[in-house]
């Protein structure tokens, strides 16, 4: 990692340049490794898909609702 950020070039907006990545060494885990990590890891990130679908979704009622309160338009009893 600490080889990768070094590489960066750029003035304003520092990149890595695409040879870089190309010309590393990465260390890949066995396939039984992967799989287990995905098992674990893919309903953690299925759930925070939905999260975030229902936090957009609770956005815009939001956003629809409370100008409306605001407003004396609808009212909370």
């Known amino acids: 990692m600490k080889s990768?950020?070094?590489s960066r070039t750029g003035g304003a907006q520092q990149h890595?340049?695409?040879?870089?990545i190309e010309n590393m060494k990465f260390v890949l885990p066995h396939k039984e490794v992967m799989?287990?990590?995905?098992?674990v890891v893919q309903p953690v990130l299925d759930k925070t898909g939905i999260i975030c679908?229902?936090?957009?979704?609770?956005?815009?009622?939001?956003?629809?609702?409370?100008?409306k309160l605001m407003s004396g338009e609808i009212e909370v009893k």
């Open 4 to 6: 990768l950020v070094s």
């Open 16 to 20: 890595i340049n695409k040879n870089d």
């Open 35 to 39: 799989c287990s990590f995905n098992n």
């Open 53 to 67: 679908l229902e936090n957009n979704k609770l956005s815009s009622i939001r956003d629809a609702l409370l100008p």
